[in-house]
């Protein structure tokens, strides 16, 4: 009986040695890992939604820098660019209040605000925000009246640097933008362009990000056609985010994108995406645009049709 207790007592100690952590344990057993060398949890994922500057495929090979210098310093978190297809996709998407985050123009920052997002930053010098109305040089189109039973292109009815602030002007100038010209919503920026360079109109509105984009792009067509008008600067486009975005993010966000001009690795970036700088903005920098908004639907048309 004492043999048997004995054998019974020694496997009992070998068991508790195979269960130790130290080196004699082979590795085997339950591993206690300090928490500072701890598997961090999985980092929340935000998605940027940006309006239609360019198409799909030229919007993520733009804005992936501005993403990833974000993703390497931000905390916590991380941020996906999300493209749409043409201004309707994107404003159904803030709409429903889908994104978190979103670039939108001042237009459609006014509508975003009333479905909970609110402005942190201004994106872009704002004397760069302005419509720019392009004609072949071989037009034969001069002055505004030369459009009178002609057509126009424009991206789209809610575009506001490149469709309501040219129609303003267009005006402005006598001309009655629903009767004396047939407007064209042709769906992006660089589809107003091609408009004219292939003669399908006799001019196209567009504004300076997307024309000086364009001019690197395709040098040969843009050599072809030449700015003809311009309309007066408003507020740039806004940085927003979704009322339910904890404060935190929020802060990272403005602070990261204010200071991208402060170093060289930050003004590639904004380089890369067409924009002079961030500046700090809340909603009430965009009451201009609310004014203005309210005095061209006075004026001359609905925004939100056609």
């Not at 269960?19 to 998605?47: D, H, L, W």
């Not at 479905?115 to 004397?127: F, R």
């Not at 109305?133 to 505004?144: A, C, E, F, N, S």
């Amino acid at each position: 009986m004492g043999s048997i207790a004995s054998v019974i007592i020694f496997i009992m100690l070998a068991l508790l040695a195979g269960c130790g952590n130290g080196p004699s344990s082979g590795g085997q057993g339950p591993q206690y890992i300090p928490a500072s060398q701890a598997k961090p949890e999985v980092e929340v994922a935000y998605r940027l939604a940006i309006h239609p500057l360019h198409n799909p495929a030229k919007l993520h090979l733009t804005y992936q820098p501005l993403i990833d210098h974000l993703n390497a310093r931000l905390v916590g978190c991380r941020v996906v660019l999300e493209a749409s297809r043409d201004y309707a996709a994107f404003e159904a998407k803030y709409q429903a209040r889908a994104p978190e985050i979103i670039l939108p123009n001042p237009w459609q920052a006014l509508q975003a605000m009333q479905v909970g997002y609110a402005v942190i930053a201004c994106a872009g010098d704002p004397g760069d925000f302005r419509g720019i109305i392009l004609v072949r040089k071989d037009g034969g189109i001069d002055v505004p009246a030369d459009l009178v039973g002609k057509a126009v292109s424009y991206p789209a009815p809610t575009a506001l640097a490149a469709c309501i602030m040219p129609q303003s002007f267009l005006h402005a100038q006598g001309i009655d933008v629903t009767k004396d010209i047939e407007n064209r919503y042709v769906g992006s920026q660089e589809s107003s362009i091609l408009n004219v360079v292939h003669g399908h109109v006799a001019a196209g509105a567009t504004w300076p990000p997307p024309w000086r984009s364009f001019q690197e792009d395709h040098p040969e067509q843009a050599a072809q056609l030449v700015v003809r008008w311009e309309t007066p600067p408003l507020i740039n486009n806004a940085v927003m985010v979704r009322g339910d975005l904890p404060a935190e993010v929020s802060g990272q966000l403005r602070h990261l994108l204010v200071e991208l001009g402060d170093s060289k690795e930050g003004q590639q970036v904004l380089a890369r995406c067409g924009t002079a700088r961030f500046i700090p903005a809340t909603n009430q920098d965009y009451e201009p645009v609310r004014r203005f908004v309210e005095r061209f639907e006075r004026e001359v048309r609905p925004i939100t049709a056609p």
